[in-house]
């Protein structure tokens, strides 16, 4: 079969009617970023990219070289296209303004513009995350709370992994498709179509290190994992932790698993440990997009009244089966409780 490119694959999804020229030109100018980005992160230590930048993200994080290149990347490469009203990122406290030399377009990107960056100093693959949203009628400057909408509404998402071979994940909403980034070309190439997750998985990715801390459901339900064939689950779990969520999440879409930021008593009072609108958000699209389950262990993610830019939110998601046992067990102990 003829190899499809992403450009090629735009055009259908347009012609299909599940997307318009302006989000067509977005994802292109994503993906562009995206080579870009690659490029620094494959260069590594011959680049001079790798270590601290030696200043704070909005978290209080420290920023690493390569997540200020990745960002500014994304924001240079987004800001002429006429397709943005604004863009929002996890390395800046407030949504960035398209400069009143560019035309203006009608969405709202955020990302995350190097995810797993604690992992790039050793080699490990790291990736972007990026969530797309229609910017509401009428409004010229948009502002964090036109950026607060639910993951419901938003009409793209995607990933791309830095890894052995650069890869991206992409949802309109129409299922979900991965491209391989064919290097010698400078295009990304369809790999699959209409990727599924299987609703069964023998595979889970927690942080294992935060065990005594989680809450009571959380540590029934890694606990029954972990007595494998002579627990009340009859069957032996294997783990697996990369500790970039994209590889992690990738692993996932490619054979099935389920993946856990939970929550925990150092991070309670954050309301959990990853980002809502710019990493929850996106990969629980794309992981429903393909047939697995995505909740904060109580509700579904998707579903989330946001309340601010960088809220945070526990994570559950992954083969459905797991999922919903999981979260069963924070509804039954919340219902013991209420
Ligand atoms: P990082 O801080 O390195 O960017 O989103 C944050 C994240 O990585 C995820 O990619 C990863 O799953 C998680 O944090 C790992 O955090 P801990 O090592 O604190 O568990």
Same mark, same amino acid.
């Given at each position: 079969?003829?190899?499809?490119?992403?450009?090629?694959?735009?055009?259908?999804?347009?012609? *299909?009617?599940?997307?318009?020229?302006?989000?067509?030109?977005?994802?292109?100018?994503?993906?562009?970023?995206?080579?870009?980005?690659?490029?620094?992160?494959?260069?590594?230590?011959?680049?001079?990219?790798?270590?601290?930048?030696?200043?704070?993200?909005?978290?209080?994080?420290?920023?690493?070289?390569?997540?200020?290149?990745?960002?500014?990347?994304?924001?240079?490469?987004?800001?002429?296209?006429?397709?943005?009203?604004?863009?929002?990122?996890?390395?800046?406290?407030? %949504?960035?303004?398209? %400069?009143?030399?560019?035309?203006?377009?009608?969405?709202?990107?955020?990302?995350? %513009?190097?995810?797993?960056?604690?992992?790039?100093?050793?080699?490990?693959?790291?990736?972007?995350?990026?969530?797309?949203?229609?910017?509401?009628?009428?409004?010229?400057?948009?502002?964090?709370?036109?950026?607060? @909408?639910?993951?419901?509404?938003?009409?793209?998402?995607?990933? +791309?992994?830095? &890894?052995? *071979?650069?890869?991206?994940?992409?949802?309109?909403?129409?299922?979900?498709?991965?491209?391989?980034?064919?290097?010698? +070309?400078?295009?990304?190439?369809?790999?699959?179509?209409?990727?599924?997750? %299987?609703?069964?998985?023998?595979?889970?990715? =927690?942080?294992?290190?935060?065990?005594?801390?989680?809450?009571?459901?959380?540590?029934?339900?890694? $606990?029954?994992?972990?007595?494998?064939?002579?627990?009340?689950?009859?069957?032996?779990?294997?783990?697996?932790?990369?500790?970039?969520?994209?590889?992690?999440?990738?692993? =996932?879409?490619?054979? $099935?698993? +389920?993946?856990?930021?939970?929550?925990?008593?150092?991070?309670?009072?954050?309301? $959990?440990?990853?980002?809502?609108?710019?990493? *929850?958000?996106?990969?629980?699209?794309?992981?429903?997009? *393909?047939?697995?389950?995505?909740?904060?262990?109580?509700?579904?993610?998707?579903? =989330? @009244?946001?309340?601010?830019?960088?809220?945070?939110?526990? +994570?559950?998601? $992954?083969?459905?089966?797991?999922?919903?046992?999981?979260?069963?067990?924070?509804?039954?102990?919340? &219902?013991?409780?209420?």
């Amino acid at each position: 079969m003829k190899p499809i490119s992403l450009i090629q694959f735009l055009i259908e999804e347009r012609r *299909a009617g599940h997307i318009n020229n302006e989000l067509s030109l977005l994802i292109e100018v994503v993906a562009r970023a995206c080579k870009r980005i690659a490029v620094a992160t494959n260069k590594g230590a011959l680049g001079g990219v790798l270590g601290n930048a030696g200043s704070d993200n909005v978290q209080g994080e420290a920023q690493k070289k390569l997540d200020v290149i990745s960002n500014e990347i994304l924001l240079e490469a987004n800001a002429w296209g006429g397709h943005l009203a604004a863009c929002a990122s996890e390395e800046m406290e407030d %949504p960035q303004p398209i %400069p009143d030399m560019y035309p203006k377009g009608n969405h709202l990107l955020l990302f995350d %513009p190097l995810d797993g960056s604690s992992n790039i100093d050793v080699n490990i693959s790291v990736g972007t995350i990026f969530s797309v949203l229609r910017c509401p009628d009428g409004v010229a400057e948009p502002k964090i709370e036109h950026f607060l @909408q639910a993951g419901t509404t938003q009409l793209a998402a995607g990933y +791309v992994v830095y &890894g052995p *071979a650069t890869l991206l994940v992409l949802t309109f909403g129409h299922g979900v498709h991965e491209f391989t980034l064919d290097r010698e +070309v400078g295009s990304f190439i369809l790999s699959r179509r209409d990727i599924r997750i %299987p609703e069964e998985t023998g595979e889970f990715a =927690i942080n294992m290190s935060n065990q005594r801390h989680w809450e009571a459901p959380m540590q029934r339900y890694i $606990g029954e994992l972990l007595a494998g064939k002579d627990g009340p689950r009859g069957k032996d779990y294997n783990m697996r932790w990369v500790a970039s969520m994209v590889a992690d999440v990738h692993r =996932i879409v490619t054979r $099935g698993g +389920v993946f856990f930021y939970p929550l925990d008593a150092k991070i309670m009072a954050k309301g $959990g440990k990853l980002r809502l609108m710019y990493e *929850a958000n996106p990969m629980a699209f794309i992981v429903e997009q *393909a047939g697995g389950a995505a909740t904060t262990g109580r509700e579904r993610i998707m579903e =989330i @009244q946001p309340q601010g830019l960088h809220q945070r939110v526990p +994570v559950f998601l $992954g083969s459905r089966h797991e999922v919903e046992v999981a979260t069963h067990y924070h509804q039954l102990a919340d &219902g013991a409780k209420a």
